[in-house]
């Protein structure tokens, strides 16, 4: 056991260590005119330097008069000798009101505990009294949280993760709408209040990581929400972090995926790291933000510190592990709780409770139940409940997003009358412009942004409004209840969902050959969901008209956009239908793949769409074919087996190189066991045949062999992605995007594929298998593939000529 003398040592320590982090000259034990001097340091203010000294008392009971009087009687000579300019008196406990009242007449003389010490150092109590404003703001719109897997409401989850002793982190995940930013400055006003009222309870901070995104730093992070954005003068980063370590403070880190929008994967990562630092010791740190954010791989590594090297998991150094708690969705009966108090506060509380009744009775009737699992949905309904009139038949996700915007755009048009003059529909304009302008900028915080640097190119084409100069002008268009000023010339929109509507629905308003690259870039899945819900989809036609003419990088999940459409699938394929034969860009292929593997279309497409794919093999462009092969290895199960599959798809690529040979042959000129290509009509295909496709005699039968299983670089699966990632303009999603997909998620069941070499030959049409019988019955294993010097068209065309084909009927 500590005796006393090693107790009292401890806090004097402790004492000198947070001292440390804000004057230079801190010391321990110093003699002062013969007496013992716990600490002492000195300050510098308005040009003057004070000494002080610094009495610690760690005792279990609030210091008496007498013990302030035994101290005065210490300190007083030193004083008086002005061999110190101040004293002070920092205990473990405060003091009884009679020590006060003495201490109260003796100017030179303070007492502080440590906790209000640490406070006064820090110098954020400002910061914390405004956190609590969140929390007389909403309280009467705000229904307490609850996690999955967890019986206790959020609060009661949280403080008991506060008291774990253990600094591991905890990351709390949702959805948009969920009310991640609700919980957090819930969370944050309710730390506030506990701290205000006991200063020995954790001091809470509450960063929004969406308006710091340049910062990958903590001393940046840190540095600008107390200076720039707080202003608060004794800040310093080493008081913090000391404060973290000793656990006195309660980090909150709100938008995780707001901020990763505007990094490379490396600079978030970096920041992670960064996040790390402030797990040791005591600490206690929060990170809320949407898992749709970060890929698989990159999640396992920032939340559970794990990364895959060659196909081994190993534990990361640099990330520690996270707790990871989901939001729940809301229940019927929260639903209803947060619908009637939005309902009362908007209609004030003398309005009838019948009333609120029927209109939330009409709600939870016609409104699908999945638009009532979202906070922010239901005060949305709630609001729209409100008026009357409002009729929710047929009503949907698009349907209450598009009203409440426009309402909010009407209201200030209407409702102002200097604003009258700006046609609705040029304002709604402008905020399509506004958000999509805000969401697309590079290396900036999606949902805020300076009034000064709203761009002047997109107010060019709105009437003026009366403005006599561009100022003017924007300051009137961006006058909006769609955003908010939180601080002096920072613009926010009230909700990140808000923001997101207005870009899927400017996204389906402006299209053209340029705009596929920057749509694909930034897409979210909540701004796909809101495309998706779209009534009209006639914009999908626009797009694909010039899909073929993009010149940037498009994702999966952007071409996914068509494919979910029904409407626009139908359309598709009856073009399809109605010109057979004709050659589909790489980029059709790969809607018609997402669409069978969602089972997005009708069963009975399924033969001519196989149909179609081995017409793409046979003699499509290069990409073409290779993404008829991924499609004809992910459905049809080729890669694992299925001998009619694998026959059918080997066939056609053996056919592939015939037709090639057979264009480009001179005269009367009869093929050999070599078949003659032009080096420049040769592709991935060709190479592939005459490496990794083998001839096999075994007792039973002569097969086609070739390799299936995991490992090999050679697979007929890795060549054909190895080549769409580099010729297709597809971005480096591929091996996410291809995931979705059945079949892709699993390991080839078979090391190798072997087929009865009969069994794919009886597919390739007669006239070819006569003119090259040489070539495809050679005895040795492999097939050999001669280049030569002779022209020929370039491989990579829309369409090879294919004098043999194995197609036996027209798509119609």
Not at 72 to 77: H, R
Not at 307 to 321: A, D, F, L
Not at 518 to 545: C, G, H, K, M, V
Not at 642 to 660: K, M, P, Q, T
């Amino acid at each position: 056991m500590a005796t006393t003398l090693e107790v009292g040592d401890k806090f004097r320590d402790a004492v000198a260590a947070l001292l440390r982090t804000q004057f230079t000259d801190v010391k321990t034990e110093q003699l002062i005119s013969g007496t013992k001097v716990d600490i002492t340091f000195t300050e510098h203010a308005w040009g003057k330097s004070q000494k002080c000294a610094v009495e610690c008392k760690n005792y279990e009971d609030a210091l008496t008069k007498a013990d302030i009087q035994e101290i005065f009687s210490k300190y007083e000579p030193m004083l008086q000798g002005k061999f110190v300019n101040r004293v002070l008196i920092i205990s473990r406990k405060t003091i009884n009101a009679p020590a006060e009242g003495y201490l109260e007449a003796l100017s030179a003389y303070a007492h502080l505990t440590f906790e209000v010490l640490a406070e006064q150092l820090f110098g954020i109590r400002g910061v914390v009294e405004k956190l609590l404003e969140a929390k007389k703001s909403s309280s009467s719109r705000y229904i307490q949280a609850r996690f999955e897997e967890h019986s206790d409401p959020a609060f009661e989850a949280i403080e008991t993760w506060i008291a774990d002793p253990d600094n591991q982190g905890l990351a709390i995940l949702g959805g948009y709408g969920q009310g991640k930013t609700s919980l957090a400055e819930q969370v944050a006003a309710y730390a506030a209040e506990k701290y205000l009222a006991d200063p020995t309870n954790r001091i809470p901070i509450l960063i929004r990581l969406g308006e710091v995104v340049h910062e990958t730093q903590l001393e940046g992070l840190f540095g600008k929400e107390f200076t720039a954005k707080h202003n608060v003068p004794k800040y310093r980063f080493d008081t913090l972090m000391h404060l973290n370590q000793l656990g006195r403070l309660l980090i909150i880190l709100d938008g995780f995926d707001e901020m990763k929008h505007a990094m490379s994967a490396h600079d978030f990562e970096a920041n992670f790291r960064e996040f790390n630092r402030l797990l040791t010791g005591r600490a206690k740190v929060m990170l809320l933000g949407r898992p749709s954010a970060l890929p698989s791989e990159e999640r396992e590594l920032v939340f559970k510190g794990r990364k895959r090297i060659v196909g081994t998991t190993i534990q990361s150094p640099h990330y520690k592990p996270w707790l990871e708690w989901r939001l729940s969705f809301f229940t019927n009966e929260e639903t209803v709780s947060l619908l009637q108090q939005v309902l009362f506060a908007a209609l004030g509380h003398d309005q009838s409770t019948s009333f609120v009744s029927a209109r939330t009775d009409d709600v939870m009737s016609h409104v699908p139940h999945d638009l009532l699992k979202r906070p922010v949905h239901v005060v949305l309904i709630a609001e729209a409940a409100a008026d009357p009139a409002f009729d929710f038949n047929g009503f949907d996700e698009y349907t209450l997003y598009s009203h409440f915007i426009k309402e909010m755009v009407k209201r200030d048009q209407i409702h102002k009358r200097a604003r009258r003059e700006i046609p609705f529909e040029n304002r709604l304009t402008f905020q399509r412009d506004l958000a999509w302008w805000a969401w697309a900028r590079a290396g900036v915080s999606q949902g805020s942004f300076y009034r000064d640097d709203v761009p002047p190119e997109l107010l060019e084409a709105l009437p003026d409004g009366g403005a006599t100069d561009i100022e003017a002008k924007r300051n009137e268009y961006i006058v909006s209840t769609l955003t908010d000023e939180k601080e002096a010339g920072v613009l926010y929109f009230s909700h990140r969902s808000f923001q997101e509507f207005l870009v899927a629905e400017r996204m389906t308003l402006v299209s053209n050959a340029s705009t596929h690259a920057s749509y694909s870039r930034f897409l979210n899945q909540e701004i796909s969901n809101f495309i998706a819900l779209a009534p009209d989809t006639s914009f999908l036609d626009r797009w694909y008209a010039t899909l073929t003419e993009q010149t940037g990088l498009v994702g999966l999940n952007y071409l996914a956009v068509f494919s979910r459409s029904v409407d626009f699938m139908e359309r598709l394929w009856k073009r399809i239908e109605n010109d057979p034969g004709s050659a589909l860009p790489a980029s059709t292929l790969v809607i018609l793949l997402l669409a069978f593997a969602d089972n997005k279309v009708p069963e009975e497409w399924a033969p001519k769409y196989q149909r179609l794919l081995r017409d793409e093999i046979e003699a499509g462009a290069e990409s073409s074919a290779a993404v008829a092969i991924m499609s004809y290895l992910a459905l049809y199960g080729a890669q694992n087996g299925d001998s009619l599959s694998a026959s059918e798809l080997v066939s056609s690529i053996l056919v592939r190189a015939l037709n090639f040979a057979a264009a480009n042959k001179v005269g009367s000129q009869q093929p050999g066991a070599d078949l003659l290509i032009p080096t420049k009509t040769q592709d991935f295909l060709t190479r592939w045949i005459e490496n990794d496709l083998r001839r096999e005699n075994r007792p039973d039968n002569r097969y086609l062999v070739w390799r299936a299983g995991v490992g090999y670089k050679s697979t007929l699966w890795e060549v054909t992605k190895a080549h769409l990632m580099s010729s297709l303009l597809l971005s480096g999603d591929l091996d996410d995007g291809w995931k979705r997909i059945p079949l892709m998620n699993e390991e080839p069941a078979l090391d190798e594929i072997a087929l009865p070499i009969n069994l794919v030959y009886q597919k390739i049409p007669k006239q070819a298998r006569n003119e090259y019988g040489q070539f495809l019955n050679a005895s040795h294993r492999h097939f050999k593939i001669v280049g030569t010097d002779r022209r020929g068209a370039a491989a990579g065309r829309r369409h090879v000529v294919a004098p043999f084909s194995t197609r036996t009927e027209n798509l119609n």
